[in-house]
């Protein structure tokens, strides 16, 4: 059995809206993609929405929308993909990377206030795996520390604080304590890559709450300058008789969604409900195959917060990292595409290079060094679920008996 590790959900719905979008003659940012962004406001419950072609185009043009570079900080999970940090450094600000708290996917939240300095102007917490991280918890640590911060321009002063920018990729559509991913944050970016609960094969979005004294027509206004080389009219605008006169305001960044990209993403939205469900149903149905076996699952459902059931994230008990990577082989011969979410940034060579070690964050290498993510998709079988729970218990007593697993 062949068992692949996240391929998209796509269905007769995303492929009629798509041709719909090729016959109408208009495929890049249109109709198509100021609906998606409706469509996705209304989702979230918040007034408006941005679609942009990634999550990375999010963060980084909130960080530019908020003016933040030279001189500024922004902190960030050191247990995460580098988008979280890479945009930082794409703005000039400087990466502070903080630790996660022990046995804990998200960022340790005492070691995230005692990193707040004067520089600091944002942090972008991080959603693992669908779990949303308790913003309640880090507002209130920025609002304690608001005496420390040092606005620089109307919409820092506006904020009165550090503003904090969710890395929600993986997180559309959960709910912690009644509130929904997207509206839980000052800003939220998601992700709708073609491995995403909800795709339109590359893209993203930004969200916002409401920033008092500050209009949210703005703040769109400045995202499509942003988005689309500071030009005052987008090519839909252009399109009314006699309008093709335009300005530059800024020499800004082109990042766009298209009408066909968003076409694949309203399809994907009016199935959302269902999609979310079989996830559900999904994560129980390994949750009660794995019961047995010395694994650690992350929990996705509590009694004050609902998971999208992006990634199935495992902890092998007590094992190395030699361990999980010979599992991950042995799985591989099995047919079962495994992954690891993730290795920590200190990890990689960019990181090193900018002067991040790995033993100065030990709990984020201790989640990392025996997690292992199993597929977790809508196209998957009952059949394929109970094959891929039966055989990862099963390499795990065979390797502990004593058979070469890359020890």
């Excluded at 942090?123 to 949303?132: E, L, R, Y």
């Excluded at 694949?264 to 979310?276: A, D, F, M, N, V």
Aim: hydrophobic fraction near 40%; include cysteine.
């Amino acid at each position: 059995m062949k068992v692949p590790f996240s391929p998209p959900d796509i269905s007769d719905v995303e492929i009629n809206e798509v041709i719909d979008t090729l016959k109408s003659g208009w495929i890049t940012t249109g109709p198509k993609t100021k609906l998606l962004e409706k469509k996705i406001a209304e989702y979230c419950g918040t007034s408006m929405a941005v679609c942009l072609n990634s999550a990375t185009a999010a963060m980084e043009l909130t960080l530019r929308l908020l003016g933040i570079g030279k001189d500024d900080e922004v902190i960030t999970s050191a247990y995460t993909y580098s988008a979280s940090a890479s945009v930082i450094e794409h703005v000039g600000a400087k990466i502070v990377l903080v630790d996660t708290a022990e046995n804990s996917f998200e960022m340790d939240y005492g070691q995230l206030e005692a990193a707040i300095t004067p520089r600091t102007k944002a942090i972008i917490p991080v959603d693992i795996a669908g779990v949303m991280c308790d913003y309640d918890q880090i507002l209130a640590i920025v609002n304690r520390k608001s005496s420390l911060f040092q606005p620089a321009n109307p919409l820092q002063q506006a904020f009165g604080r550090v503003v904090v920018l969710a890395d929600a990729a993986h997180s559309f559509g959960a709910v912690c304590k009644g509130t929904r991913s997207g509206a839980a944050s000052d800003f939220t970016s998601f992700s709708f890559h073609a491995v995403k609960n909800l795709t339109t094969g590359e893209g993203g979005a930004v969200t916002w709450r409401e920033i008092p004294g500050v209009s949210n027509e703005e703040i769109y206004r400045q995202f499509m300058l942003l988005s689309l080389h500071g030009q005052s009219k987008d090519a839909l605008a252009k399109t009314k008789l006699g309008a093709w006169e335009y300005d530059i305001v800024s020499p800004a960044y082109k990042c766009n969604m298209t009408d066909i990209m968003a076409a694949i993403g309203l399809g994907q939205i009016q199935r959302y409900p269902e999609l979310l469900e079989r996830r559900k149903a999904i994560i129980g149905r390994y949750d009660r195959l794995l019961a047995r076996g010395e694994v650690e699952p992350l929990k996705h459902f509590g009694t004050d917060f609902v998971s999208s059931g992006h990634l199935y994230l495992v902890r092998l008990t007590g094992k190395s990292e030699a361990y999980r990577n010979g599992i991950i082989e042995k799985m591989a011969e099995k047919g079962i595409a495994t992954n690891v979410h993730y290795k920590p940034l200190p990890m990689h060579t960019a990181y090193k290079n900018l002067g991040f070690d790995i033993q100065d964050y030990p709990n984020a290498y201790n989640m990392y060094q025996n997690e292992i993510s199993l597929p977790l998709h809508t196209l998957l079988s009952d059949e394929q679920i109970e094959y891929i729970a039966e055989n990862l218990l099963s390499v795990m007593s065979w390797s502990e008996a004593g058979a070469p697993v890359a020890l």
